[in-house]
Each structure stands twice: as structure tokens, then as C-alpha cells.
């Protein structure tokens, strides 16, 4: 999923110019960039221990459960 989302988002990035308003909310994507490293250490860490991989498959949720206003600031300006 994240690796899915992270091609989508540059491949939108990559059709607009940087003066482009979807550009300008997108901004440096961190909760995508996070989400993306957070699934790939996981995935080698369940190995480690289950609980390590649980926890950052619960951190990704919790991160995109919080209220994404990127979008929202660049509409009102």
C-alpha cells in the first residue's frame, strides 16, 4: 500500500510544476516517506520480534488517523 501510494504521489508530483497547488500540499510528503520506512523496517523486524512489527504497523494507523490539514491550507489561501 505504501509503496503504491508513494508512486501515485510522485507521479502526480511529476505531471504538475513545482508552482502547481496539488504540488504545494503535498509538500515533502513526510507522512508518506514515514509510513513508507516504518512497512519496510517492519517487515525484516517480525523476525525479531513480532511485537517490534506490530508496533510500527500501529504507528503508520495512528499517523494517518490524525487530521491531515496540508490540503485544507492551500485551498483557503
Known sequence: ????????VRTLIGLHDSSSELVK????DS????????YLV???????????SLGLYL?????WLMP??????VIEH
Open 1 to 8: 500500500m505504501s509503496i503504491a501510494y508513494t508512486i501515485l
Open 25 to 28: 500540499a503535498i509538500g515533502s
Open 31 to 38: 507522512k508518506g516517506k514515514i509510513s513508507l520506512i516504518c
Open 42 to 52: 517492519a517487515m525484516p523486524a517480525v523476525y525479531v520480534s513480532p511485537y517490534i
Open 59 to 63: 504507528l503508520v494507523a495512528i499517523i
Open 68 to 73: 491531515d490539514s496540508r490540503v485544507e491550507k
